[in-house]
């Protein structure tokens, strides 16, 4: 069972590893980070008030993190992944979106956005088979759009 839980220091160190995996580095379009970079950035989250995120367990285990950031009186923009390999293909991805619709419903806003690299064409039918539309793409990067 996939559920939402705190993102704490345990899910810290292993976004350290995912996100240091070339091919999730890759589809996530993350840039480089050190480990101090994202220790300040964690510290640094209680003082965010445009930015949420969760960890995601599949019955208990770590597995990913996902969150709404951008946040603003109409909108915002969903970003996830799935860091064990193992569990992709399995359909959490719709999930994982159904979950951020849900935070983003409670927050009262209109409309949800992504952004994905055009090269990551299994998220990117994920996506649109959830209602999600290309609004723009700029260097790579599609922005797709849903109203909630």
């Not at 091919?23 to 480990?35: C, H, Q, V, Y």
């Not at 539309?133 to 909630?148: A, C, F, P, Q, S």
């Amino acid at each position: 069972m996939l559920s939402l839980c705190k993102f704490n220091e345990d899910f810290l160190e292993l976004t350290w590893k995912w996100l240091n995996d070339p091919e999730i580095k890759k589809l996530t379009n993350s840039t480089d980070f050190t480990l101090e970079d994202q220790k300040n950035w964690f510290v640094n989250l209680k003082n965010k008030n445009n930015y949420l995120i969760w960890g995601l367990t599949y019955f208990g285990k770590p597995i990913g993190a996902c969150g709404l950031k951008n946040i603003t009186q109409i909108d915002c923009e969903y970003w996830g992944y799935i860091g064990e390999k193992a569990l992709w293909g399995q359909g959490l991805g719709t999930k994982i979106l159904q979950y951020m619709e849900e935070k983003a419903r409670e927050l009262i806003l209109e409309n949800i956005w992504l952004q994905v690299i055009n090269s990551n064409v299994i998220a990117i039918k994920l996506y649109q088979k959830n209602g999600y539309t290309k609004e723009k793409e700029k260097l790579g990067i599609i922005v797709m759009r849903k109203k909630i």
